[in-house]
């Protein structure tokens, strides 16, 4: 779950093409997943859900029972989210290209997600467009 929280300028809108989730636990691939393009207007919180799902067929034995054990040790799982999406801002007639920004969340507790990661921005921009 993933919450984009009410933003203080009233004018503001975020248009995002689709987020692309990749999970990962101890540099082992737990899955990926996506959140559909949306918009996020002003005055709301939008709260995402998707399922993550693993196209390498699945972890294998040594995997789980590693993943197993971490649990049960640490009582909890490290787990790193990686999210990378394009957005376009409006801002009252004002309307900015895309930019691409990858936000970076490690740390966090598989009993309870929503406990305060560590989370990193970084915004990608395309400043020299090539064409041969």
């Known amino acids: 779950m993933f919450c984009i929280e009410k933003k203080?300028?009233?004018?503001?809108?975020?248009?995002?093409?689709p987020i692309i989730v990749i999970v990962n636990s101890n540099d082992m691939d737990i899955g990926n997943g996506l959140?559909?393009?949306?918009?996020?207007?002003?005055?709301?919180?939008?709260?995402l859900t998707t399922l993550i799902l693993n196209s390498n067929g699945g972890l294998d034995i040594e995997s789980i029972n590693s993943l197993k054990?971490?649990?049960?040790?640490?009582?909890?799982?490290?787990?790193?989210?990686?999210?990378?999406?394009?957005?376009?801002?409006?801002?009252g007639s004002l309307k900015t290209k895309k930019v691409g920004i990858r936000v970076l969340c490690k740390t966090m507790s598989s009993m309870s997600?929503?406990?305060?990661?560590?989370?990193?921005?970084?915004?990608q921009f395309n400043i020299w467009k090539w064409s041969f």
């Open 69 to 91: 054990s971490d649990m049960k040790r640490k009582n909890m799982l490290p787990l790193e989210i990686q999210m990378d999406m394009k957005v376009k801002v409006k801002i």
């Open 8 to 17: 203080k300028l009233k004018n503001k809108v975020f248009f995002y093409d």
């Open 35 to 47: 959140f559909l393009s949306f918009t996020h207007g002003t005055k709301n919180t939008t709260k």
């Open 113 to 123: 997600l929503s406990s305060n990661p560590k989370c990193k921005a970084n915004l």
